[in-house]
Structures are given as C-alpha cells and as structure tokens.
C-alpha cells in the first residue's frame, strides 16, 4: 500500500521569515511519520514524502524570476534556489533520522528533467528502488532542467501527482497551513469531485508563492485519479493511520 505524503512549505517553514524552519510543525510532523512507519507493526508500509519550498525556494525563485514555465540560463540563479532547497531537505531529513526514520533523499535537480513540451520525467526507478529496500523516499520542489529554458521550477505539487499516478498510489496527502479546503464562510469542503465545484471560492496563488497556491493543488490533485485529502498539520497521523481528514478531492 504505497502512501504519498507532501508537507506543504508553508507548514514546515515560516513563510515570512526567508529560509527560517517552524521548528513546532516540522517537529511535530516528523512524530506523526515516525509513529506510522518505525516500529514493529506501522500503520504505513511504503511512504513517500515530498516537501514543498515555503521560505526558502520560493523567495529566491522569485527574486530570479523563475517559474514553472520560465526558466534562468544563469547557473549561480538555479544554485540559489536548489541551494534553498537542499538546506530546507537537510532539515526535514534530520529530524526524521532523529526518529529512526529510514528517510533517503531524492534531489530533483540531480534526477529530473523537462522537455521543451513541459513534460517531466524523473528517476522513478530510484523511488520504488528505495521502497522496495524499506526507505522512505523523501523529494522535493526544486529547479529542474528544463530543454529550452535552463532550469525551471518544478513543484513539489506537480511531483505529488506524478509519484501517484506512476507508483499507483493507495492514497495522497497533502499537508497545508489550513485544515482542508474552505468555503467562503471559512468551513472546510468535506468533498471535491470536480474544480467547477469550488471555483468561485478557491483563490489564485499568494505572493511569493511561485508554483499556484490552493486552487493550483486541487487542480492537480484531481488530476491524480487517486483518492487524495488535504488536511492541516494536526491531522497527520490521522491520515497515516488510514483516517480520512480535511477535504477528500475525489474525481471518480
Ligand atoms: O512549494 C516549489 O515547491 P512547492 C519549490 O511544492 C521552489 O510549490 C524551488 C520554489
């Protein structure tokens, strides 16, 4: 039963502090991992997680100018981003070994690549490898080459919904700052099956948010044909103990 758990930028990093770590979520949701994979008999068997940038990819992409779609020739531009990255994956990575977690990290940047079409491919070989071994694969939004545009951002968003759909997924998680997706008097959707049922309400993406915000996640999500939930920090290990919290988004 393969898991795949993002936690959000936003929620592991304080986002309008630059390249500052939420020590209390991260903490947090490193325990909620730990209580569901190490031990003799965990509620989840094959995890992969994947974090996004929060304040440490985002600002420096922004400052660079560079998006999904948009990417830098300039070398020292596309380190300064996967630079962010590596120091937010460094933390991520840490307090998980301080759990036991058997984490591995998966750098993009070094494992991925678009064609001039957009489409991605990474090393999906090495992620199921690392299942298969009884690690727990840990990737993240990041630079990626990009034919015809040097390196570009990839989204940790995007990866969610490749990872799903190429290791058929049980179930998708997706770990935000709010505890599900919100109406417009602030309650959350228990159930999305298609964009046209919460378009009204679901705004772009925030300012330094490089990669599209709640409207660009459901999107993608429902995209996945995989059963996915999104859900706040407290509702982790709910969701790693097979739990249903925060907004199922369920195209089928
Ligand atoms: O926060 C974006 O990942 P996301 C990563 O998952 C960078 O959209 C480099 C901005």
């Known amino acids: 039963m393969v898991t795949v758990l993002k936690l959000g930028g936003s929620v592991i990093t304080r986002k309008e502090r630059p390249e500052t770590v939420d020590e209390r979520t991260l903490t947090e949701a490193a325990d909620a991992v730990a209580a569901a994979v190490v031990g003799p008999d965990p509620a989840t068997s094959d995890l992969v997680l994947v974090h996004g940038g929060g304040s440490f990819g985002h600002p420096h992409a922004k400052e660079h100018g560079v998006t999904t779609a948009e990417g830098t020739s300039d070398f020292r531009a596309a380190m300064d981003i996967?630079?962010?990255?590596?120091?937010?994956?460094?933390?991520?990575?840490?307090?998980?070994?301080?759990?036991?977690?058997?984490?591995?990290p998966v750098h993009?940047?070094?494992?991925?690549?678009?064609?001039?079409?957009?489409?991605?491919?990474?090393a999906v070989d090495t992620v199921e490898t690392m299942l298969g071994e009884g690690f727990v694969p840990v990737l993240h939004g990041d630079g990626v080459v990009h034919a015809g545009e040097g390196v570009s951002v990839l989204s940790g968003d995007e990866l969610v919904v490749r990872l799903a759909a190429d290791l058929d997924a049980?179930?998708?998680?997706?770990?935000?700052?709010?505890?599900?997706?919100?109406?417009?008097?602030?309650a959350v959707?228990?159930?999305?099956?298609?964009?046209?049922?919460?378009?009204?309400?679901?705004?772009?993406?925030?300012?330094?948010?490089?990669?599209?915000?709640?409207?660009?996640k459901v999107r993608t999500l429902l995209e996945t044909g995989v059963p996915a939930h999104v859900f706040g920090p407290d509702a982790i290990d709910e969701f790693l103990d097979g739990g249903s919290p925060g907004t199922r988004i369920d195209s089928r």
Do not use: K, Q, W
């Open 82 to 104: 996967h630079g962010a990255m590596l120091t937010l994956n460094e933390a991520v990575l840490s307090r998980l070994h301080d759990r036991n977690v058997p984490a591995l």
């Open 108 to 122: 993009p940047l070094s494992a991925a690549a678009r064609d001039e079409d957009g489409t991605l491919s990474y």
């Open 170 to 186: 049980d179930r998708v998680g997706l770990c935000s700052t709010v505890p599900g997706v919100l109406d417009l008097d602030g």
């Open 189 to 216: 959707v228990p159930e999305i099956g298609a964009f046209e049922d919460v378009h009204d309400y679901l705004g772009g993406s925030d300012a330094t948010d490089v990669t599209g915000g709640m409207a660009g």
